[in-house]
């Protein structure tokens, strides 16, 4: 079955840098979007980033454009998303996403805290 497992949420300083990944399984990894959504409490969950399956393209919320990039490693199965500049407002827990034969999966999440 499909899995998602996040990793690399941390305490960051505001400024700092944080580099999440996620490991996939349970599908035919090299041939699907993937994205990277986030929710801070008290908020709805939101995109913060897609992929295309080959890596060739990518989009961004426009609050994150500039500062988040996210690749693929279709050899290792894995989603990252490489966080720069980053601020209190990026403060919540991110999840990887896939939509996959009309469901949306979602993994665990991992915690990115942005604070002095």
């Known amino acids: 079955q499909v899995q998602l497992v996040e990793s690399g949420g941390d305490l960051v300083q505001p400024g700092g840098s944080l580099r999440l990944s996620c490991a996939a399984s349970?599908?035919?990894?090299?041939?699907?979007?993937m994205s990277w959504y986030r929710q801070a409490p008290g908020k709805e969950r939101e995109l913060v980033a897609a992929?295309?399956?080959?890596?060739?393209?990518?989009n961004y919320a426009d609050s994150m454009k500039g500062r988040f990039t996210v690749s693929r490693d279709n050899a290792k199965n894995t989603v990252s998303l490489q966080m720069n500049s980053l601020k209190p407002e990026d403060t919540a827990v991110y999840y990887c996403?896939?939509?996959?034969?009309?469901?949306?999966?979602w993994g665990q999440g991992t915690q990115v805290t942005v604070s002095s």
């Open positions: 992929i295309t399956s080959t890596g060739a393209s990518a």
């Open positions: 349970g599908f035919t990894f090299s041939r699907y979007a």
């Open positions: 996403s896939l939509y996959y034969y009309a469901r949306q999966y």
